[in-house]
């Protein structure tokens, strides 16, 4: 295996991949980061420039001792807040599994960097559907009152027992790129068994549902 799997493992509860190529002879999966943050401070950004731009031409002209020197944060803030929505707009994971080359290829894409793990089929012993145990925001930003919640989690699991992070999100749609992936890999899928019991659930309700309509 040619990478480092702690590269992509990730702080979020959900990443939400989408398939956006399969063939018999390729499957390719892709996460687009946090659009909703990203588009908020490249609007608030955009709004800002609004006072920002007269601001940064009346202290180009009479520097800070004019009013508008108490005033420079404004246009720092406006370059702070187009920063941080170009870094998320960057942000990109994609995953291929190509049966020609028997390998299964990660990208994790930034503004600064790309990171690539790759393996091929001989390398993985299995799928894990599982459960991660992920902070909340409230301990990401330190508070010792938060605590850890359970995420259901898709795994590579390699046969050195290395576990890739594939993605995070809901059960549903997890078993079934799980079942996609394993199928294209040949290999075995695992499923945690704190999870047995909500496939079932949901087996139950997709039946009755079906049932009714009919």
């Known amino acids: 295996m040619d990478g480092h799997p702690a590269q992509f493992e990730a ?3 959900r990443l939400g991949f989408r398939i956006v ?3 018999p002879e390729k499957l390719r999966l892709i996460w687009q980061g946090a659009r909703f943050p990203a588009f908020l401070c490249l609007g608030i950004a955009l709004v800002l420039l609004f006072v920002s731009v007269p601001i940064f031409q009346a202290i180009r002209l009479r520097g800070f001792a004019g009013p508008a020197g108490a005033l420079w944060y404004f246009p720092l803030m406006n370059l702070i807040l187009f920063g941080i929505s170009l870094y998320l707009l960057s942000q990109k994971r994609t995953i291929v599994i190509d049966k020609a080359r028997q390998e299964v ?3 994790r894409r930034s503004l600064y960097s ?3 793990l790759a393996a091929y089929y001989s390398e993985i012993e299995k799928v894990k559907l599982g459960v991660d145990q992920v902070y909340s925001g409230f301990a990401l930003a330190g508070s010792s009152a938060a605590e850890s919640f359970p995420v259901p989690a898709l795994r590579l699991i390699t046969s050195g ?3 890739v992070l594939l993605d995070r999100g809901s059960l549903r749609k997890l078993e079934d790129i799980g079942k996609r992936i ?3 890999l040949l290999k075995p899928i695992e499923v945690d ?3 047995t019991q909500r496939i079932i659930s949901l087996s139950s309700a997709r039946e009755s549902y ?3 309509k009919f």
């Open 11 to 13: 702080i979020g509860s």
């Open 21 to 23: 190529e399969e063939t």
């Open 105 to 107: 290829t990660l990208t």
């Open 114 to 116: 790309v990171t690539t």
């Open 161 to 163: 027992g290395q576990s």
């Open 182 to 184: 394993s199928d294209r």
């Open 193 to 195: 068994a704190a999870l």
């Open 210 to 212: 079906r049932a009714g």
